[in-house]
Nanobody, 122 residues
């Protein structure tokens, strides 16, 4: 199965920022919509946002609107999730996934990454 690889997670204080990266050595991300999801301990996985092939971002989690933004660097075959003004409730494992088409929606994703831990704590 084709793989995505996330990186950029870590421990950050409330109000801090992190930039997550999602890349693959096996397929071209530019042809697909790429979604970001997160799963906090004891909670179900939730859709956070999606970046279409054109770079248009859709945010699915109201609590991150205005704080998280997505972008692409097609030359690096990488999609980014810039997370600003982080809050303790943003603590979760974050995953990226490839959608089966180049437009965004909450479902119909394949090729998930292994996840990267984001911990927001003082």
């Amino acid at each position: 199965q084709l793989r995505l690889v996330e990186s950029g997670g870590g421990l950050v204080q409330p109000g801090g920022s992190l930039r997550l990266s999602c890349t693959s050595s096996e397929f071209t991300l530019a042809y697909y919509a790429i979604g970001w999801f997160r799963q906090a301990p004891g909670k179900e996985r939730e859709a956070v946002s999606c970046l279409s092939y054109s770079g248009s971002m859709t945010t699915y989690t109201d609590s991150v609107k205005g704080r998280f933004t997505g972008s692409r660097d097609n030359a690096k075959n990488t999609v980014y999730l810039q997370m600003n003004s982080l809050k303790p409730e943003d603590t979760a494992v974050y995953y990226c996934a490839r959608r089966r088409t180049n437009t965004c929606a909450r479902s119909n994703y394949d090729n998930w990454g292994q996840g990267t831990q984001v911990t927001v704590s003082s």
